[in-house]
Nanobody, 115 residues
Framework: QVQIVESGGGWVQPGGSLRLSCTAS????????MGWYRQAPGKQRELVAR???????NYTDSVKGRFTISRDNAKNTVYLQMNSLKPEDTAVYYC?????????WGQGTQVTVSS
């Protein structure tokens, strides 16, 4: 059974850092585009960052220069390094694994940024 499992969320003060991890039990992980999305209370889910099978990345404007997405295909894992966190980054963060024929989601991990 396919599993997408996120970890690394928690509480952090403004200006702090967190690293999220997402491990996917899927075959040929390297072929998937992996993404991190987030959903704040009362808001729609939005793309935060994405990394393709070829390693190309893109970020939503609000996190550029602060967040970095990376992947380790040998470990079937994608990471999101989040620095200079702001209260508006507070949300549930979801991992997504996508190909032309599959679209898989994790259960999410809560990130709370407050003083």
């Amino acid at each position: 059974q396919v599993q997408i499992v996120e970890s690394g969320g928690g509480w952090v003060q403004p200006g702090g850092s967190l690293r999220l991890s997402c491990t996917a039990s899927i075959t040929i992980f390297s072929m998937y585009t992996m993404g991190w999305y987030r959903q704040a209370p009362g808001k729609q889910r939005e793309l935060v960052a994405r990394i393709t099978s070829g390693g190309s990345t893109n970020y939503t404007d609000s996190v550029k220069g602060r967040f970095t997405i990376s992947r380790d295909n040998a470990k079937n894992t994608v990471y999101l390094q989040m620095n200079s966190l702001k209260p508006e980054d507070t949300a549930v963060y979801y991992c997504n694994a996508r190909t032309f024929s599959r679209n898989l989601w994790g259960q999410g991990t809560q990130v709370t940024v407050s003083s």
